[in-house]
Nanobody, 127 residues
Framework: QVQLVESGGGLAQAGGSLRLSCAAS????????MGWFRQAPGNEREFVAA????????NYGDAVTGRFTISRDNAKNTVYLQMNSLKSEDTAVYYC????????????????????WGQGTQVTVSS
């Protein structure tokens, strides 16, 4: 069993920045590929970013490419999402997800591929 706890959400102005963190426990963090997804009211869950176990491979959703950066610190069992140049359309609940039984340089960008989910953290961007 893997537990994921997100933090760092809140209110930001358009053009500003926030950094989300997701702390994992219950399994060796280096064995997990990690991802971030988001869901706004009335919308489906949307892929934001993913990173491999090694941290060497990553991928981003089209809406955030060039503005968001995913990273991980295996020593701290934590994955991060640095969000810059925020827009009002980034407003959503952001979820951290973990995938087990995955190759060292593999990431996943579809929600059903993930095995564990955090409870989510709200990000609100005011224009």
């Amino acid at each position: 069993q893997v537990q994921l706890v997100e933090s760092g959400g809140g209110l930001a102005q358009a053009g500003g920045s926030l950094r989300l963190s997701c702390a994992a426990s219950g399994r060796a963090f280096s064995s997990l590929a990690m991802g971030w997804f988001r869901q706004a009211p009335g919308n489906e869950r949307e892929f934001v970013a993913a990173i491999s176990r090694s941290g060497d491979s990553s991928n981003y959703g089209d809406a955030v490419t060039g503005r968001f950066t995913i990273s991980r610190d295996n020593a701290k069992n934590t994955v991060y999402l640095q969000m810059n140049s925020l827009k009002s359309e980034d407003t959503a609940v952001y979820y951290c997800a973990a995938k087990i039984n995955v190759g060292y340089n593999i990431y996943a960008y579809v929600a059903p591929a993930y095995d564990y989910w955090g409870q989510g953290t709200q990000v609100t961007v005011s224009s």
